[in-house]
């Protein structure tokens, strides 16, 4: 078994396709009826919420409820704030906190719809990395809070709304990355999601249904080429 670290890019990049992933075949009863023909299991979707859970820190399962009015209210309010909001961090960190701004946007940048729920809730997730680490990661997060791009009554706004859009009940503290029963639940997620999207890319062949799994990505433009599918590998 291996003990290497896993770095916190790479769980938040799991987090974000995982969600996206469960949550598709929550709502999507084609791409669900289609994986279960791999073998795709009620006990494999719950297996994968579980661990999903308890790196959000949550150890409750998860249903599948279609998004409602709250929810989609909730959505709504984090798409309008992901943008400014991550505007405002960069050019306040850029110049100051360099290294911290990186750490902060490595992969991450303002998304919409749903996507900006996953954003959002990685941004938070760093920026409380932040304020346990190192005295200038300390001083990074502090900036944001003193120039008010996220203000603890804001941050605490923002995970009701993510708690809302989520269907979930996410605790005020996120735990830390380096903990062995993190790092481990960590291991086993990724080793779930990576068999399920292989073989989901294998066996869902319709587009919109792919695009919904996070499988490929929609036409950046009318008339242009399908982009690349993303690749079901997460190193």
Known sequence: MTTDKLYPTTI???LA???KFLRALGINPRARRTLAAGGYSEADHQRGWELYLVLMGNGRKHGNAIIGEEPKAAIEEIDRSDEP???LARFSLEGRYPAQCEMLFDNLSAQVGYDSVIAMQTFIRRVQALRAGSPEDQAAAELLRQRKIL???RESALLHAIE?????KLPAAV???DDDSYQQAAR???AWLREWRGI???LVTRRDDRIMLGLAKRRSSAGSKDEDDEDPELE
């Open 151 to 153: 203000t603890a009554e």
């Open 164 to 168: 809302v859009a989520m269907g979930l």
């Open 188 to 190: 086993d997620f990724i």
């Open 200 to 202: 989901a890319s294998v």
């Open 85 to 87: 909001m991550f505007k």
């Open 12 to 14: 938040d990049r799991a």
């Open 17 to 19: 396709r995982g969600s």
């Open 175 to 177: 735990p830390v990355d």
